[in-house]
Nanobody, 115 residues
Framework: QVQLVESGGGLVQAGGSLRLSCAAS????????MKWYRQAPGTERKMVAL???????NYGNAFWGRFTISRDNDKNTIYLQMNGLKPEDTAVYYC?????????WGQGTQVTVSS
């Protein structure tokens, strides 16, 4: 089993920044992909960014430029640096780890951006 714990969410004013963290523990394979998703009330969950174990990254179309994903393999932790936050970035942000075709999810962390 794999456990994921997100942290770093909170309330921030528009234009501000936040850095989310997701710490993975348990039976983690060397080869895995980790992702950030977000879900606003009444909407579908959307992928924000992904990063492979080698550090290759990709982003959802709406997230290039303002968001940056990174990872520390020694700590089994990924990060999401979010800059220039907008009220529409308000959502619950979830971490996902995929390995051997199995997906694991964290409980999510709330990000609220005030105007």
């Amino acid at each position: 089993q794999v456990q994921l714990v997100e942290s770093g969410g909170g309330l921030v004013q528009a234009g501000g920044s936040l850095r989310l963290s997701c710490a993975a523990s348990g039976s983690i394979e060397r080869r895995n992909t980790m992702k950030w998703y977000r879900q606003a009330p009444g909407t579908e969950r959307k992928m924000v960014a992904l990063i492979s174990e080698r550090g290759a990254t990709n982003y959802g179309n709406a997230f290039w430029g303002r968001f940056t994903i990174s990872r520390d393999n020694d700590k089994n932790t990924i990060y999401l640096q979010m800059n220039g936050l907008k009220p529409e970035d308000t959502a619950v942000y979830y971490c996902q780890l995929e390995q051997n075709g199995v997906q694991y999810w964290g409980q999510g962390t709330q990000v609220t951006v005030s105007s």
